[in-house]
């Protein structure tokens, strides 16, 4: 609602200065489960206060998404899926240990449906398929592949 996204808005601006206060801001929109939990994730994303640069800020948003957060994450269309996909493959030239612990979150792909094994596969066979993956995201993806 309209209101909410104001009080969100000045919460922030309340508490902008303080990181670890602003983690958390991100944290809490990241778990917020409903039909447009992916979409705001992907928006905040372009919040000016955040960046993939930051381990500490990507995980209170991405992590806090895809472990938090199970109806957008775990759609039935993959998107969640496809979207960690896309984070990793940017983010494992530049920091691979990151990279490879968010990839960690498709190696539990045994534990869901067949559709969503299928996809979270995907994932994984797509990282791996990189050229000049890093060592880190090698070892994530071949061995929740070998399994």
């Known amino acids: 609602s309209p209101g909410f996204e104001q009080e969100l808005e000045q919460f922030y601006n309340d508490w902008k200065h303080e990181p670890l206060v602003v983690n958390k801001w991100f944290a809490m929109q990241a778990m917020m489960e409903d039909a447009g939990s992916l979409e705001r994730v992907e928006g905040l994303m372009r919040h ?8 500490n800020r990507m995980r209170s948003l991405i992590g806090v998404f ?3 957060n199970m109806q957008g994450f775990h759609r039935d269309d993959g998107a969640g899926y496809a979207f960690l996909g896309d984070i990793v493959v940017d983010l ?3 920091n691979p ?3 490879s612990r968010l990839l960690s979150m498709l ?18 066979e797509r990282v791996l398929a990189l050229d000049g993956l890093s060592a880190d995201s090698y070892e994530i993806a071949s061995k929740s592949l070998d399994g």
């Open 92 to 94: 494992d030239r530049r």
């Open 107 to 124: 190696g539990r792909w045994r534990r869901y449906d067949e559709g969503r094994q299928s996809l979270m596969k995907a994932q994984l």
């Open 97 to 99: 240990m990151v990279a």
């Open 48 to 55: 000016p206060a955040f960046t993939l640069s930051n381990p």
């Open 66 to 68: 895809c472990t938090a």
